[in-house]
């Protein structure tokens, strides 16, 4: 079992900056693929962005790229994600989902594990 607890969400304005933490323990060595996704209000979960463990590859929404960065701290068995010039659209829960198996680090049905998720609200 792998447990992920988010933390770092809150009430930023347009142009801010917020970095979200994602602690997971348990059986963190199982884990290949760490992945932030979000899901705003009245829609979908949508990826925002995923880790390798071993390698440190990153992938990134299109969208997103350039201005939210994630990295990995192996000591701590925590995930970052660093968000810059914050738009109201990006207002959403964000989690954080582990992977123990290969597979499409952009898709939900790839991971195993979830966390609680973090508010991020965004105000104009």
């Known amino acids: 079992q792998v447990q992920l607890v988010e933390s770092g969400g809150g009430l930023v304005q347009t142009g801010g900056s917020l970095r979200l933490s994602c602690g997971a323990s348990?059986?963190?060595?199982?884990?290949?693929?760490t992945g932030w996704f979000r899901q705003p209000p009245g829609k979908e979960r949508e990826f925002v962005a995923a880790?390798?463990?071993?390698?440190?590859?990153?992938s990134y929404a299109e969208s997103l790229k350039g201005r939210f960065t994630i990295s990995r701290d192996n000591a701590k068995s925590t995930v970052y994600l660093q968000m810059i010039s914050l738009k109201p659209e990006d207002t959403a829960v964000y989690y954080c989902?582990?992977?123990?198996?290969?597979?499409?680090?952009?898709?939900?049905?790839?991971?195993?594990?979830w966390g609680q998720g973090t508010q991020v609200t965004v105000s104009s």
């Open positions: 989902a582990a992977t123990t198996r290969l597979g499409d680090s952009s898709g939900t049905r790839t991971y195993d594990y």
């Open positions: 348990g059986r963190t060595h199982s884990t290949i693929t």
């Open positions: 880790v390798t463990w071993s390698t440190g590859l990153t």
